[in-house]
């Protein structure tokens, strides 16, 4: 029982969700935390991720690549700046939408990071169990 007391959560969920904020024509505004977001929108935004990296890998591109690029970074950018109003958002470049989108998958990663750590810790302070003993002898 004492040894349950001093033992830290593996997990910590809390219900109030922490939205980091971005400066936009010198306004703050919030964007979107991943933990806010439904699993449709998590998986949705994993999806065209990897449609960008294709693409981003394939180039020179044709027109309509080019056209498809463009329609996933916006994509990504409302998910990610719904908080931000319509106005704002469509008044940002390609690049700028871009950038926002690699700040949000960094605050993403550095979450998934704590997670493990945490995990780690948890695992390296249980006492480790007897591993099994053989009891065949090697002979016949």
Same mark, same amino acid.
């Given at each position: 029982m004492a040894e349950e007391k001093k033992r830290e959560p593996v997990l $910590?969920? $809390?219900a109030l969700v922490e939205r980091r904020k971005i400066r936009i024509?010198?306004?703050l505004y919030e964007i =979107?935390? *991943?933990?806010?977001?439904?699993? +449709?929108?998590? !998986?949705?935004? *994993?999806?065209?991720g990897r449609d960008h990296d294709a693409l981003v890998k394939a180039f020179p591109l044709v027109p309509e690549q080019e056209a498809e690029l463009a329609n996933l970074i916006d994509c990504m950018a409302n998910v990610i700046m719904a908080p931000v109003p319509?106005?704002?958002r469509a008044s940002?470049? !390609?690049?700028q939408k871009m950038s926002? +989108?690699?700040v949000f998958t960094a605050l993403l990663l550095q979450q998934k990071? *704590?997670? =493990?750590?945490?995990?780690?810790?948890? *695992?390296?302070?249980?006492?480790?169990?007897n591993p099994p003993t053989s009891h065949k002898t090697g002979e016949n």
């Amino acid at each position: 029982m004492a040894e349950e007391k001093k033992r830290e959560p593996v997990l $910590d969920l $809390d219900a109030l969700v922490e939205r980091r904020k971005i400066r936009i024509h010198g306004t703050l505004y919030e964007i =979107a935390s *991943a933990g806010e977001l439904s699993v +449709i929108e998590t !998986q949705r935004l *994993a999806a065209w991720g990897r449609d960008h990296d294709a693409l981003v890998k394939a180039f020179p591109l044709v027109p309509e690549q080019e056209a498809e690029l463009a329609n996933l970074i916006d994509c990504m950018a409302n998910v990610i700046m719904a908080p931000v109003p319509a106005e704002i958002r469509a008044s940002l470049t !390609q690049g700028q939408k871009m950038s926002v +989108i690699e700040v949000f998958t960094a605050l993403l990663l550095q979450q998934k990071v *704590a997670a =493990a750590g945490a995990l780690r810790r948890q *695992a390296a302070s249980e006492p480790k169990a007897n591993p099994p003993t053989s009891h065949k002898t090697g002979e016949n």
